[in-house]
């Protein structure tokens, strides 16, 4: 059940700093719909390598801020250049 999209602005911050710390590989956080109303989503990068010292530092997954529900897609996908 999501939230009025307002409370997730509000919150917005919060959640960017907390999902950012809590896993290495997340590279986006942003507003999504979610049931009826809206929350954070996280788009993670299951392809970026991350070094044995930020996996160990990771923490518990975060399901929710604030009462905000938060969903996570993973990217396989690597980005190359030209």
Same mark, same amino acid.
């Given at each position: 059940? @999501?939230?009025? +999209?307002? #409370?997730?602005?509000?919150?917005l911050?919060?959640a960017?700093?907390? *999902?950012?710390?809590?896993d290495p590989q997340?590279?986006?956080?942003?507003?999504?719909r979610?049931?009826? @109303?809206?929350? +954070?989503k #996280?788009?993670k990068?299951a392809?970026k390598?991350?070094t044995?010292? *930020?996996?160990?530092?990771?923490k518990r997954p975060?399901?929710?801020i604030k009462?905000?529900p938060?969903?996570k897609?993973?990217?396989r996908?690597?980005?190359k250049?030209?």
């Amino acid at each position: 059940m @999501g939230v009025a +999209f307002q #409370a997730c602005a509000e919150a917005l911050d919060q959640a960017v700093d907390d *999902l950012f710390d809590a896993d290495p590989q997340i590279q986006a956080v942003g507003i999504a719909r979610h049931g009826d @109303g809206f929350g +954070f989503k #996280a788009v993670k990068n299951a392809a970026k390598i991350v070094t044995t010292a *930020l996996a160990k530092g990771k923490k518990r997954p975060v399901t929710s801020i604030k009462k905000i529900p938060v969903t996570k897609d993973r990217s396989r996908r690597s980005r190359k250049f030209p």
